[in-house]
């Protein structure tokens, strides 16, 4: 498994603008499936946006859609999540995963589930507070 580092996180205004880095560890132009997703206290994990980091083919769930981007530098092994117009209802841990090498991003359902079989390496969170 690779290792995974989120940085990027902390205190933000509300309307505020952060972004998010996921760096991994390995060989630089790594082509694989990196998703973000967060957990608020006491809410389920819930997967925010994925890019294929080949193509950049990227998705988004419809909380993120419009607001955040998610985009890749395949040089420095790294994955960003751009948050825009931030809400206090973003306030959670931001986790990224990621994928089996070469392997497409699963569909939405199924990356909903983050089965370890999809998504075998984590980061271990950084946190956002919108307040």
């Known amino acids: 498994h690779v290792q995974l580092v989120e940085s990027g996180g902390g205190l933000v205004q509300p309307g505020g603008s952060p972004t998010l880095s996921c760096s991994s560890s390995g060989p630089t132009y790594r082509v694989g499936c990196v998703a973000w997703f967060r957990q608020s206290e006491g809410n389920e994990r819930e997967a925010v946006a994925s890019i294929y980091t080949g193509s950049g083919t990227s998705w988004y769930a419809g909380s993120a859609k419009g607001r955040f981007t998610i985009s890749r530098d395949l040089a420095k092994n790294t994955v960003y999540l751009q948050l825009n117009s931030t809400k206090p209802e973003d306030t959670a841990m931001y986790y990224c995963?990621?994928?089996?090498?070469?392997?497409?991003?699963?569909?939405?359902?199924?990356?909903?589930?983050?089965?370890?079989?999809?998504?075998?390496?984590w980061g271990q969170g950084t946190q956002v507070t919108v307040s």
């Open positions: 995963a990621t994928g089996v090498t070469n392997r497409a991003c699963p569909p939405p359902a199924l990356l909903a589930r983050a089965r370890p079989v999809d998504f075998p390496s």
